[in-house]
T-cell receptor, first 116, second 114 residues
């Protein structure tokens, strides 16, 4: 079945540092790829998405490019802020995802801590 | 536009009881899906409903069930609760179904089974 692998962390960075969170996936066909963010005590918020190979999703300074040749969707940000501290989830949606046709398959989540 | 609304936000139940969680999707959204989040297993897909029909189901026992009403609101039910059912249950909605749709999540219902 489909799967998503990402570093779990915690990842600790200083403010204004460059961020990369790696995400690789295994899926049949051509899945759509997503990054979600979860702040403490809250639900998931969509950060960005890409629906086909070579698409770049971007939002709030974060970017990720859908790389089919390396089955990756790494999240990057040039200069992180304390307010970016959260848990980041990489996810895919495709055939046979989560046991069904359209459910999201999530990675384990990466806990990001930004220190002032 | 209001987001996905889940009720109740917090609840405590005893082993063997059953629980019903409610979800109101974003206005105009016809697809509702449910996920379970635990520290050990992470986020796992439970099921998806579209136009009152269950389209697909994750790998959960039959104690977990759901339904969708004609106004797209959804409920999920867990019967014969076990300690391991303690989790954050997230409801999500999207305009339609299909892998390219953006899925929007509610804040979740925190269930504690004692």
């Amino acid at each position: 079945g489909d799967s998503v692998t990402q570093m779990e962390g915690p990842v600790t960075l200083s403010e204004e540092a460059f961020l990369t969170i790696n995400c690789t996936y295994t899926a049949t066909g051509y899945p759509s790829l997503f990054w979600y963010v979860q702040y403490p005590g809250e639900g998931l918020q969509l950060l960005l998405k890409a629906t086909k190979a070579d698409d770049k999703g971007s939002n709030k300074g974060f970017e990720a490019t859908y790389r089919k040749e390396t089955t990756s969707f790494h999240l990057e940000k040039g200069s992180v802020q304390v307010s970016d501290s959260a848990v980041y989830f990489c996810a895919l949606s495709g055939l046979s995802s989560g046991g069904g046709a359209d459910g999201l398959t999530f990675g384990k989540g990466t806990h990001l801590i930004i220190q002032p | 536009k209001a987001g996905v609304t889940q009720t109740p936000r917090y609840l405590i139940k005893t082993r063997g009881q059953q629980v019903t969680l409610s979800c109101s999707p974003i206005s105009g959204h016809r697809s509702v899906s449910w996920y379970q989040q635990t520290p050990g297993q992470g986020l796992q897909f439970l099921f998806e409903y579209f136009s009152e029909t269950q389209r697909n189901k994750g790998n959960f026992p039959g104690r977990f069930s759901g339904r969708q009403f004609s106004n797209s609101r959804s409920e999920m039910n867990v019967s014969t609760l076990e300690l391991g059912d303690s989790a954050l249950y997230l409801c999500a909605s999207s305009p339609s179904t299909g892998s390219g749709n953006t899925i929007y999540f509610g804040e979740g219902s925190w269930l504690t089974v004692v």
